[in-house]
């Protein structure tokens, strides 16, 4: 009986490691956008069709060879899909690591070529940066982005427009957690994102994955979503034309 109840025990233990169960965050749903440039983001735009208690996982400022795979394994242990926006400097410098969320269920779009104040370039500057951004994509995944977040959210009317012409979506936010400060500890940004999610409810959660804090924190902070029993609905777009 004892080696039944030790062989029934070690069987457990090893499926719910294996599976996505009801002990992880999990995915929810999908929700799959058009390529037709549209904004999104209560920040600046239009709310995403999400229910009270549903929010969408993003990281920005990736990939980071030191703290983007942490990202990934917090993501995995929880069966949590994301949506990662990456810099066009840092997809040149690890291509792989950046197929790597894509073969892991994420889904992605860019944040500008090197993260300025588009605000304080020409037009052609920050169409310039757009170009970098876009082409760096392509070279790397070999179709165009779906989706653009501007650094600093700072939006001007020159991109807007470049966006909505490229059928580009603008993925803005409607809540973070500030998570920029290298002193940040996992206490702090789980405090953070306590409060911000009583204050919006729902909606599009801003995070770096290239931020080591953040990277560290990740799987309390999932456990805070898990244990106030928010749901995660994961962001794809139509496949490119
Ligand atoms: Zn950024």
């Not at 109840?5 to 294996?18: K, R």
């Not at 390529?35 to 920040?43: D, V």
């Not at 009270?52 to 996982?57: A, C, F, I, K, S």
């Not at 990277?215 to 995660?232: E, H, M, Q, S």
Request: glycine share 6%; hydrophobic share 40%.
């Amino acid at each position: 009986m004892r080696l039944i109840a030790l062989l029934l025990a070690a069987f457990a233990g090893t499926a719910s490691a294996a599976a996505c169960g009801p002990d992880q965050l999990n995915t929810e749903r999908t929700i799959t956008l058009k390529r037709e440039g549209a904004a999104y983001g209560t920040n600046q735009h239009a709310a995403l069709p999400l229910q009270p208690g549903e929010v969408v996982l993003t990281f920005d400022d990736g990939p980071s060879p030191e703290n983007t795979p942490l990202v990934l394994k917090a993501l995995a242990d929880q069966c949590a899909k994301a949506t990662f926006f990456l810099e066009g400097q840092h997809l040149r410098t690890s291509p792989d690591l950046a197929r790597r969320e894509i073969s892991e269920g994420h889904s992605v779009g860019i944040h500008s070529d090197t993260h300025p104040h588009l605000t304080q370039l020409s037009p052609e500057q920050q169409l310039d940066d757009l170009a970098r951004a876009r082409a760096a994509y392509k070279t790397v995944f070999g179709v165009e982005t779906p989706a653009y977040r501007f650094p600093f959210l700072e939006e001007t009317p020159t991109m807007l427009d470049a966006l909505k012409q490229a059928n580009i979506t603008v993925a803005s936010i409607d809540l973070g957690i500030n998570d920029w400060i290298p002193e940040d500890t996992t206490d702090i940004l789980a405090q953070r994102l306590n409060a911000s999610l009583d204050k919006a409810g729902r909606g599009i959660i801003l995070m770096h994955d290239a931020n080591g804090p953040t990277a560290k924190a990740l799987p309390t902070l999932l456990k805070v979503l898990k244990d106030k029993g928010y749901k995660v609905v994961h962001l794809e777009w139509e496949p490119a034309p």
